[in-house]
């Protein structure tokens, strides 16, 4: 009797179906949301990386903050520079990128100038 | 305001995107060793929890392709989709992207081997999934050598604690490991005496021996 009940399959009582249900809307829920809090996360992310602020805000600081140097090219020295955006930097500035802080560095690429006499603050790897 | 353009977008979501699979990572390890020890999470039954490690794993691996994709499709540096996965084979630091291909690969190993558990058995899917150990590591190298973001600020905090809650759970696991009983001894101890007799169980009693109650023979 008791070998027969142990083979037998296990009994689904309503009130377990009930909560496999419920805990399987609670998993999917908690999917979900952790789905949406990871897009949105990436995109705060995004916003908040080094260099991804305001690109003359920075520029005017590299600028003031920079080393005296010749003229009209950034530094690149830097170990890692910020991917330049567009012209909007110093306009008289020059100086070394030394202090650039952000992502990947690009391998030894030169500054560009942009139009305009801006210059892009991608620096040296 | 923003310094993300369209010419630079690829390059801020590949570096987002890495930032957030370390976290999902460390999240994902951190639930891992909570189902291996009957963990449980509050509002949430144990099969659930199973399945919570399972679907943020897959959402870890969306982001990882994401990831990856975003980093060789952008010209700001030149990343082959072969230096993505095969390890050490990237001219540009070689030995940071190495180690993110490496994580890559062993995590795709942990993916596939568990989508294929019931083809290849129990034991060499638990061998495989070691490796999720290791692929852990290897990311965590990857994002603090090969990118400045989670060096300094905010971010560098961000790693802190997702290092501090995978070696906190690591050391709970091994503590764990060292005082509880193993699960072949763990088992048969739960049992009721006389499956414990009919298995050959040490300590069960013999078949056909009727238990002695107490104060039975009067």
């Not at chain 2, 189902?35 to 679907?55: E, W, Y």
Request: aromatic residues 4%; hydrophobic residues 45%.
């Amino acid at each position: 009797m008791s070998h027969r009940q142990q083979n037998s399959p296990p009994r689904r009582t309503p009130a377990a179906v009930a909560a496999r249900d419920r805990g399987r809307a609670r998993l999917r829920a908690a999917t979900v949301s952790a789905a949406a809090a990871s897009l949105v996360a990436a995109w705060a992310v995004a916003l908040n990386l080094p260099g991804a602020a305001s690109s003359a805000a920075s520029s005017v600081h590299h600028a003031t903050s920079g080393t005296s140097g010749t003229s009209g090219t950034w530094g690149t020295s830097g170990t890692s520079g910020t991917r330049g955006t567009s012209g909007t930097s110093g306009t008289s500035g020059s100086g070394s990128s030394s202090g650039a802080s952000s992502g990947l560095g690009s391998p030894n690429s030169a500054p560009t100038a942009s139009p305009g006499g801006g210059q892009v603050t991608s620096g040296g790897s | 305001m923003s310094g993300i353009t369209s010419s630079t977008a690829l390059w801020y979501a590949s570096r987002a995107t890495g930032v957030v699979c370390l976290v999902l990572l460390s999240v994902v390890m951190v639930i891992g060793i909570l189902v291996n020890q009957q963990g449980r999470l509050p509002g949430l039954p144990r099969f659930a929890v199973l399945g919570l490690h399972r679907n943020l794993s897959l959402l870890t691996v969306a982001f990882v392709v994401v990831h990856v994709l975003t980093a060789v499709a952008d010209s700001f540096v030149s990343i082959s989709l072969a230096a993505a996965v095969i390890p050490f084979a990237s001219a540009y630091k070689p030995l940071w992207l190495g180690l993110g291909a490496v994580s890559l690969d062993l995590m795709a190993a942990v993916i596939v081997t568990s989508l294929l558990r019931r083809h290849i058995g129990r034991r060499s899917w638990r061998l495989v999934h070691w490796l999720a150990y290791a692929s852990w590591p290897f990311a965590v190298l990857h994002s603090l050598g090969a990118s400045t973001d989670l060096r300094e600020g905010l971010f560098r905090d961000l790693a802190i604690a997702c290092i501090a809650a995978v070696v906190a759970a690591v050391a709970w696991r091994a503590a764990r490991a060292r005082t509880s009983v193993p699960r072949a001894r763990r088992i048969p101890e739960l049992m009721v005496p006389g499956v414990q007799a009919r298995r050959g169980v040490p300590g069960g009693r013999p078949p056909g021996q009727v238990q002695r109650v107490p104060g039975g023979d009067r």
